[in-house]
């Protein structure tokens, strides 16, 4: 799986307006919502579904990253949306950290395999400094689609 079969580009926040780890999950939520990729009427309850999750355990992953993450019946694919900060956000990450990118992954209930292709295309990449240090450094929706792009070609990226 590669992050052109999931992430919705068009959703992508260059610089987020929310300064906390709620109001980050409902702005991405509401920019997938904004973008069709939810079913009508679920952005509130899918905002819930995340922060309900993310409650449980952090997933703050560290080195400026956060992957919340939640299956939920509001899709029926997997979808992603990136947003960055760089006033940085306190997302209880583990190194205690700021988060300045964030991955938000929706999966469909019903289907455990594709969230765990698509969080192992994540993982994968975000574990690279050179992935996480250009991700950052977007300012433009035209740039996180470029690099997600190169990422899909470039197994080193």
């Not at 006033?87 to 990450?93: E, L, Q």
């Not at 690099?147 to 990226?157: K, N, T």
């Amino acid at each position: 799986m590669k992050f052109t079969d999931f992430v919705c580009f068009e959703a992508s926040i260059p610089e987020l307006n929310a300064a906390d780890r709620d109001g980050v999950i409902a702005e991405l939520v509401q920019a997938l919502d904004n973008a069709a990729r939810l079913g009508k009427g679920n952005a509130k309850k899918t905002a819930k579904a995340v922060i309900d999750r993310e409650n449980e355990a952090s997933t703050g992953m560290g080195k400026g990253v956060a992957v919340p993450h939640v299956k939920h019946r509001a899709v029926k694919d997997v979808v992603a949306v990136v947003g960055c900060s760089s006033a940085g956000i306190d997302f209880s990450a583990l190194d205690k950290l700021p988060v300045y990118s964030v991955i938000l992954l929706i999966s469909p209930a019903n289907d455990p395999d594709k969230h765990l292709q698509a969080m192992e295309r994540i993982f994968k990449h975000i574990q690279q400094e050179k992935f996480r240090k250009f991700l950052r450094q977007c300012q433009k929706t035209e740039q996180i689609e470029d690099l997600l792009r190169e990422a899909d070609e470039d197994p080193s990226m």
